[in-house]
């Protein structure tokens, strides 16, 4: 261990899962981690998704470098933010999605409280990539 460790923030908690083998899925674990995992970890292209009207997990999609993800990709990411969430029982769920880009934070706002622009809803049933 360097002395440099006892700075750097612990790596966010999240479920990670991979879809059509080469999508990357984070689900933050608490309020605190949905935080930074859509405001510090997440870049511009990659995708933002949470289930509508409900508490749940922030769920990011990792862009990859000259492609873009298909609507079943998005889907895919879409179903996951809705397990991780109280709608994980239900059945067909919306869930908003937008670039990480069009997320923000309001001022004082407490932790996994987030305002988001452009968004589409995207009507899934809760569930995880085989």
């Not at 879409?78 to 769920?93: D, E, F, I, L, Q």
């Not at 670039?99 to 589409?120: M, S």
Request: some cysteine; glycine content about 8%; proline content about 8%.
């Amino acid at each position: 261990m360097n002395g440099d460790s006892v700075y750097q923030k612990p790596p966010v908690r999240a479920w990670e899962y991979t879809v059509a083998g080469k999508w990357t899925v984070l689900a933050g674990k608490t309020d605190a981690d949905n935080d930074r995992l859509s405001l510090k970890e997440a870049r511009p292209k990659d995708w933002w998704f949470h289930v509508r009207g409900m508490p749940g997990s922030h769920v990011l999609l990792r862009a990859l470098p000259d492609e873009e993800p298909g609507k079943d990709i998005l889907k895919a990411a879409a179903s996951v933010a809705a397990y991780h969430s109280k709608a994980r029982n239900g059945g067909v769920t919306p869930v908003a999605c937008t670039r990480a880009i069009n997320v923000t934070k309001p001022r004082g706002a407490k932790p996994g409280t987030v305002r988001i622009r452009k968004e589409t809803i995207l009507k899934v049933r809760p569930g995880l990539p085989d």
